[in-house]
T-cell receptor, first 113, second 111 residues
Framework: QKEVEQNSGPLSVPEGAIASLNCTYS??????FFWYRQYSGKSPELIMS????GDKEDGRFTAQLNKASQYVSLLIRDSQPSDSATYLC?????????????FGKGTKLSVIP | DVKVTQSSRYLVKRTGEKVFLECVQD?????MFWYRQDPGLGLRLIYF???????EKGDIPEGYSVSREKKERFSLILESASTNQTSMYLC??????????FGQGTRLTVV
């Protein structure tokens, strides 16, 4: 069974600080990596996708992927109270006719005004 | 924009009832997924489908079945609902090498 692990949290940061969210995965042939944000009672919405090693930046968000270490992270710069949510790491793997999109349990982030 | 529509936002069913949860997508995506989400357990994959009439079991398929007769529609069936199937159910759709898009979720309560 493919596994995706996230730091348990909850994570509290002051407004304006950098929030760092981490994720490790067990399947070495994983191909695509995603970060989703989920507000309470709502469905997940995509924040970032990353497919190759290195950094990918989009506004205040930076995703980092290291396939050798099986590690993916999300940095949120200048954190805002509206960033308070649960962040889900997701990993997609395919092969031999099988497709799996596996999620971590999520890290709850609180940004304190 | 991709639109993924789940048939109900809230649903209350009795133990032993057969329950159908419907999911429809408008983007001609091949891959569709059903998850359930419970506090402390995260999203757990029940079933997924990579093409019409094709399905694969996920991590927790027991007590569930699925149907995909048309590309745009993926149905989750609870053959005989039980109280431990009370949960938030989320449908997702995905094209190859893209992100997954979620429906709004169905909060099912089995009494």
């Amino acid at each position: 069974q493919k596994e995706v692990e996230q730091n348990s949290g909850p994570l509290s940061v002051p407004e304006g600080a950098i929030a760092s969210l981490n994720c490790t995965y067990s399947d070495r042939v994983s191909q695509s990596f995603f970060w989703y944000r989920q507000y309470s009672g709502k469905s997940p919405e995509l924040i970032m996708s990353i497919y190759s090693n290195g950094d990918k930046e989009d506004g205040r968000f930076t995703a980092q992927l290291n396939k050798a270490s099986q590690y993916v992270s999300l940095l949120i710069r200048d954190s805002q109270p509206s960033d308070s949510a649960t962040y889900l790491c997701a990993v997609f793997s395919s092969g031999a006719g099988s497709y799996q999109l596996t999620f971590g349990k999520g890290t709850k982030l609180s940004v304190i005004p | 924009d991709v639109k993924v529509t789940q048939s109900s936002r809230y649903l209350v069913k009795r133990t032993g009832e057969k329950v159908f949860l419907e999911c429809v997508q408008d983007m001609d995506h091949e891959n569709m997924f059903w998850y359930r989400q419970d506090p402390g357990l995260g999203l757990r994959l029940i079933y997924f489908s990579y093409d019409v009439k094709m399905k694969e079991k996920g991590d927790i398929p027991e007590g569930y079945s699925v149907s995909r007769e048309k590309k745009e529609r993926f149905s989750l069936i609870l053959e005989s609902a039980s109280t431990n199937q009370t949960s938030m159910y989320l449908c997702a759709t995905r094209e190859v090498n893209t992100e997954a898009f979620f429906g709004q979720g169905t909060r099912l309560t089995v009494v």
